[in-house]
């Protein structure tokens, strides 16, 4: 049996998340032209952000009817040294670099040799809190998926089905933003 070495190696995950709150809050010195209104319109905004980058997960792909003899799956053989491109959603892989293997023997395709599609993703929130005596409120406006990227959920991976190689959904919604509004007491 071949080494499965790259099964679960995603070679990049990169995320970061951040908080700003803007220098305007309480202690913070206005000038005497300041009205209550003005200060009560820019005190208490934070913005926050989540990036989260990650490349493709590897994928496992199997044949459509294994001839092991085994009842259990088989992976086909590779025929070529560079099966990643093109790149699309009809068409993931290049598919005819991929092999029905000989009978009762595993194919040799490694697991983790064609990754599905990356993620990108930027989620975004901005908030203002309002003291009211000893409690507080807070609107907060939540954008998430902010640059409308479409995200691929992985391709077809069995080999000898129409699916093979097509990537038919997608892992995340288009972008989406809601309004709340909560009260500390």
Request: some cysteine; aromatic content about 12%; charged content about 15%.
């Amino acid at each position: 049996m071949p080494a499965r070495s790259k099964a679960l190696d995603i070679p990049h995950i990169f995320v970061v998340s951040w908080t700003y709150e803007l220098p305007f809050g309480t202690g913070q010195q206005f000038g005497s032209e300041s009205s209550g209104l003005v200060k009560g319109l820019i005190q208490g905004w934070a913005i926050s952000s989540i990036t989260n980058y990650h490349s493709g997960d590897p994928l496992d792909i199997r044949v459509s009817s294994s001839l092991l003899n085994t009842g259990t799956g088989n992976w086909p053989d590779e025929t070529c040294s560079r099966i990643g491109t093109p790149h699309t959603v009809d068409q993931w892989f290049d598919t005819s670099c991929f092999a029905d293997p000989a009978p009762f023997k595993f194919g040799h395709y490694r697991i983790g040799d064609v990754h599905g599609p990356k993620v990108f993703n930027t989620d975004v929130s901005a908030a203002k809190r309002t003291a009211i005596g000893t409690k507080t409120a807070e609107v907060r406006l939540d954008v998430f998926n902010l640059f409308n990227r479409a995200h691929f959920a992985n391709p077809g991976t069995t080999f000898g089905t129409s699916a093979f190689a097509t990537v038919s959904s997608t892992r995340l919604p288009p972008r989406e933003a809601q309004l709340g509004f909560r009260f500390l007491f």
